[in-house]
């Protein structure tokens, strides 16, 4: 039905699935699971409310619960990431932005301490030791501990994305509504991981950078020639004029590329391929984990998709 897997879909997720290891009872088939998150990820229909034909909503929920605490979801998501590498598709010329996603009030209550991820029913599988297992989900300790705040959009998350130069998100972080954007520059960029054929290290350099005025400060710059990385970011007004007030003493303007600069709205089309999914537009969350989940299972669908 409209949304589900393709067939050609399931087939480039299904060797990376979990299996079960014959101990804990069997999982509910994948594929018929993964239907009905991906139907809630694209609706924002509450858990209790969806169609028989995926199963047992609570099956549902606790699938995806459990995917985006112990890492599946971005697991899948740098095997599909590293196919297309291994295809040549990606454009590693990137871009960087954040976008402030509205928490609805269901959002809000979380418990102070998060559960712990439940373990023993997943198998081993090529690839699950690329990302480290975190003993606790990421959370607890109020609002700001789920990444939810406040900022002039009201009750806010946000979401921190690099993308390639074909609009498909490379790797994603989620704070508080009114957190900056420089401060999650270079974890962002670190985050991004994409594995190649055979042994080595994953792939985690940008053949390029772009980002708006919000990034334009000494500490992103410098990263950036740190790891020799070729960017373009304007520089602000101010700046500019505390640098010319300081005459030769100022140094020269940094580098910009206005060709290379208007090639940035890529990062913007990310933004709204993943808002095309209505529980990522509006977050219904209460843990910051599992709207990471919901958000990385978007960014999925995209890969799979473009």
């Not at 095997?79 to 609805?104: F, K, L, P």
């Not at 109020?142 to 790797?171: Q, V, W």
């Not at 940008?206 to 410098?222: I, L, M």
Request: proline residues 7%; hydrophobic residues 30%.
């Amino acid at each position: 039905m409209r949304g589900d897997l393709s067939d050609a879909e399931w087939e480039r997720l299904r060797p990376f699935l979990p299996v079960s290891n014959n101990r804990c009872g069997r999982w509910r088939d994948h594929r018929q699971v993964i239907d009905g998150i991906l139907h809630r990820v694209r609706t924002g229909v509450q858990w209790r409310d969806l169609p028989e034909r995926f199963g047992p909503w609570k099956t549902v929920y606790e699938r995806h619960r459990l995917w985006s605490a112990d890492g599946t979801w971005e697991r899948l998501l740098q095997e599909v990431q590293a196919a297309a590498d291994a295809a040549g598709e990606i454009d590693w010329d990137v871009a960087v932005d954040s976008t402030s996603v509205r928490a609805h009030q269901h959002a809000a209550g979380a418990r102070v301490d998060p559960p712990r991820a439940k373990g023993g029913r997943s198998g081993r599988t090529p690839g699950r030791a690329s990302v480290a297992k975190p003993g606790r989900p990421v959370g607890g300790g109020g609002a700001g501990g789920e990444g939810l705040g406040r900022s002039r959009g009201g009750f806010t998350s946000k979401i921190h994305l690099s993308a390639d130069g074909r609009c498909r998100p490379l790797s994603l972080l989620v704070t508080a509504g009114q957190r900056g954007d420089s401060p999650k520059f270079k974890p962002v960029l670190e985050k991004i991981r994409v594995s190649r054929p055979g042994p080595g290290r994953p792939r985690t350099k940008p053949a390029s950078v772009a980002a708006d005025k919000a990034y334009s400060n000494g500490p992103c710059r410098e990263y950036l020639r740190r790891r020799g990385i070729r960017h373009t970011i304007p520089e602000k007004a101010d700046t500019r004029a505390a640098r010319l007030r300081k005459g030769a003493r100022g140094g020269r303007p940094p580098g910009f590329d206005e060709g290379r600069y208007k090639k940035r709205n890529t990062v913007e089309r990310a933004i709204n391929k993943l808002k095309n999914h209505r529980a990522v537009a509006t977050r219904y969350d209460k843990r910051g984990y599992v709207f990471l989940g919901t958000v990385t299972a978007a960014a999925l669908v995209v890969w799979l998709r473009t």
